[in-house]
């Protein structure tokens, strides 16, 4: 059986893969509160009691839009300096033959765009996408150096039970009934069930590669909000005209970053912005659900 090790076991990626792993393999579990490894990676070197078959680097600092310097720093100590001694203290027993690195489509550094392939450019300025850039050029290069079967999987908007982030706060509004569609809900986002991810690593990390993973569907904003709506059992939610959002939109330019709108944001909001899947199709067999059926089921 393989020994395997998944960081950030108690995400809410990693705990799904966890689950799918543990019924035929020797799992280990490393995260901060709890597990088999009891670590914050930024902090020190893990020391390993043994070595691994399979390592699926999970742990990391999710995306929010930092306020401070410290927040920014934070993005680079966690997913950089964390991906590094991860990796000096799997060195110390042995290298694995092969290495998963959860990244995300946020190393584009793209707002808007369609059909978006892995050869495309890594623009992203940000501090979480910037640390996200640097995390796999580390991993890639190490697992050259080593011998070890690389896998990038570039992941967007996580679906699944309480997700975190931009869509669990969508559906905690949907909840509350103080979403609102803004001009039609039309703009189109690549999105993927965590549940689909955590099937697909085993058999990918056997293969190697970049890949980006999508439903292939790419819903709507309106498309969701309905699904999720109807789910809840609430009413469709309403929507803003443009119009009236852009005014929001340049009063919350002249005030700053406390205003809930800006321009910026707007745009992100209102533009398609999508990824292609097919190269994980044709090379890794991926066939995922759309996210918009696992709502309605």
């Known amino acids: 059986m393989e020994k395997i090790l998944i960081t950030g076991a108690n995400g809410f990626l990693g705990k799904l893969i966890f689950n799918k792993l543990s019924n035929v393999n020797i799992l280990f579990s490393l995260s901060r509160t709890s597990g088999d490894y009891i670590i914050s990676l930024e902090n020190k070197v893990p020391v390993f009691n043994q070595d691994f078959t399979l390592v699926i680097h999970a742990a990391g600092k999710a995306h929010f839009v930092p306020k401070t310097d410290d927040e920014k720093r934070q993005f680079h100590e966690v997913n950089v300096v964390g991906t590094e001694n991860l990796l000096k203290g799997l060195e110390k027993v042995g290298v694995p033959k092969q290495f998963v690195f959860i990244s995300s489509v946020s190393v584009y550094g793209l707002e ?36 070890v079967v690389c896998t990038i999987l570039r992941l967007p908007l996580l679906v699944g039970k309480c997700p975190p982030g931009n869509l669990g706060e969508m559906m905690k509004a949907i909840d509350k009934g103080c979403y609102f569609n803004i001009g039609g809900g039309k703009a189109k986002k690549s999105m993927v069930l965590a549940e689909d991810v955590a099937e697909f690593v085993p058999n990918v990390a056997k293969i190697g590669g970049v890949f980006n993973l999508t439903d292939g569907y790419n819903p709507s904003f309106l498309e969701l909000s309905n699904e999720i709506s109807k789910q809840k059992g609430k009413s469709n939610p309403l929507n803003l005209p443009i119009f009236l959002v852009k005014m929001l939109g340049y009063l919350g330019d002249l005030l700053g970053n406390k205003a809930p709108m800006n321009s910026i944001r707007l745009k992100k909001i209102t533009s398609d912005l999508t990824f292609d899947d097919s190269k994980a199709r044709k090379v890794a067999g991926w066939n995922p659900r759309n996210v918009l059926d696992w709502f309605g089921k």
């Open 112 to 147: 808007s765009g369609t059909q978006i392939v892995e050869e495309h450019k890594l623009e992203a300025k940000d501090a979480y996408g910037l640390s996200k850039i640097q995390a796999e050029e580390l991993v890639t290069k190490w697992c050259i150096r080593h011998n």
